[in-house]
C-alpha cells in the first residue's frame, strides 16, 4: 500500500510562485510514474504534469514553461515548482503514483491564485 500526502499549497497573487511536495510511504517510489493533476470547482480532474521513472517528463500545454516536475528518489517525494501562477491555476491539486502495484492518489492541496 502507498500513501501519498501533498504539501505546500497555498494563496499567492497571479505571477507568484509556489512548489508543491507530495511525499511518498509504504514502497520506494523510483520505478513508478508519478504526477500532478488538479480539479478546478464544477471542472473535472485534468492531467498537469508526469515523471516517469526514466525521468521522460510531460506537461499539459497550459502549464509549459512555467511548471517544473521533479522527484528525489532518496527522499521518496516528488515536486511541482509552479511559478507565474495564473488565477487559471486556481485548484486542488493532487498527486498522482502509478506502478506495479497499482494507482494511488493523495488527498489533495489548495491552490488559489488571485488577479
Known amino acids: 500500500q502507498v500513501q501519498l500526502v501533498e504539501s505546500g499549497g497555498g494563496s499567492v497573487q497571479a505571477g507568484g510562485s509556489l512548489r508543491l511536495s507530495c511525499a511518498a510511504s509504504?514502497?520506494?517510489?523510483?520505478?513508478?510514474?508519478m504526477g500532478w493533476f488538479r480539479q478546478a470547482p464544477g471542472k473535472d480532474r485534468e492531467f498537469v504534469a508526469r515523471i516517469l521513472s526514466d525521468g521522460t517528463i510531460y506537461y499539459v500545454d497550459s502549464v509549459k514553461g512555467r511548471f517544473t516536475i521533479s522527484r528525489d528518489n532518496a527522499k521518496n517525494t516528488v515536486y511541482l515548482q509552479m511559478n507565474s501562477l495564473k488565477p487559471e491555476d486556481t485548484a486542488v491539486y493532487y498527486c498522482n503514483g502509478v506502478g506495479a502495484s497499482g494507482g494511488y492518489w493523495g488527498q489533495g492541496t489548495q491552490v488559489t491564485v488571485s488577479s
Open positions: 509504504g514502497r520506494t517510489l523510483s520505478r513508478y510514474a
